[in-house]
């Protein structure tokens, strides 16, 4: 999804590990860093500039919109994604579960609270010798985004698994459906008895289970599923 409105995936033949692999070996330092050594990660994160850019600079495209206005309209229940940039939210959908955290927010690994980043001063405290971080509880807050051997958060996990389990219909939208436990998601809906239907640009691991494929960019199919429905509507 988040590649049309600009940000770079991973993986891909111009993603941000493929081009550079160091950034991919640091990211599995980060989690037993911060685990270790709270004020150690903080002093890290805070020093390096996210390979990613400033994510405040990149905007919903159409795909975005799109679900939110099928949400708006009933049809759509929720969002479960693995992108951490916010961009369901600012589009306008109001059910999302960020399987992978978001950027903007900090977590506590104990209770589970979740807060605004913009409400810290980060930089500030690293001047001031303050790090890291801390939850109402007192433990040590980390980035909302989960790394590499970190246990998806319960309770994103959980009710992640309610809407699937629900659910009769699943569109799956510009995942190369191979990162799991994520990845499995589809394939529950699907043992479930859900329709399948998915929106890439090539074929997955998930294209000879779906009911129907849609293969071209999530920002043009979207809109077009959109009006369809909208017709069907009356």
Same mark, same amino acid.
């Given at each position: ?8 995936? =991973? ?22 860093? =911060? ?47 693995? /992108?951490?940039? $916010? ?14 955290? /978001? ?40 980035? $909302? ?36 436990? =994520? ?24 294209? $000879? ?26």
């Amino acid at each position: 999804m988040s590649t049309e409105s600009g940000i770079p995936d =991973f993986r891909g033949p111009s993603g941000i590990w493929t081009k550079h692999p160091e950034e991919e070996a640091r990211a599995y330092l980060l989690y037993p860093r =911060f685990l270790s050594d709270p004020r150690g990660y903080w002093e890290e994160v805070l020093s390096r500039p996210s390979p990613l850019g400033d994510l405040r600079a990149f905007s919903p495209n159409p795909g975005h919109l799109a679900l939110a206005e099928l949400e708006g309209m009933g049809i759509l229940k929720g969002v479960i994604t693995q /992108n951490i940039d $916010d961009l369901h939210r600012r589009a306008g959908s109001a059910r999302v579960l960020e399987y992978h955290g /978001n950027a903007f927010k900090l977590r506590c690994l104990r209770c589970g609270a979740r807060y605004p980043r913009e409400g810290f001063d980060l930089e500030g405290m690293r001047k001031r010798g303050e790090l890291p971080p801390r939850c109402r509880c007192g433990e040590p807050l980390k980035s $909302d985004v989960v790394y590499f051997g970190e246990p998806i958060p319960e309770d994103v996990m959980r009710e992640s698994l309610e809407e699937v389990r629900k659910c009769d219909l699943a569109l799956v939208c510009g995942t190369s459906a191979v990162v799991y436990p =994520f990845a499995h998601l589809p394939r529950l809906a699907k043992e479930k008895g859900a329709l399948l239907v998915e929106v890439n640009l090539e074929p997955t691991p998930l294209t $000879d289970l779906s009911d129907l494929s849609l293969f071209g960019r999530v920002g043009e199919i979207l809109p077009l599923l959109v009006k369809r429905v909208r017709e069907l509507k009356g």
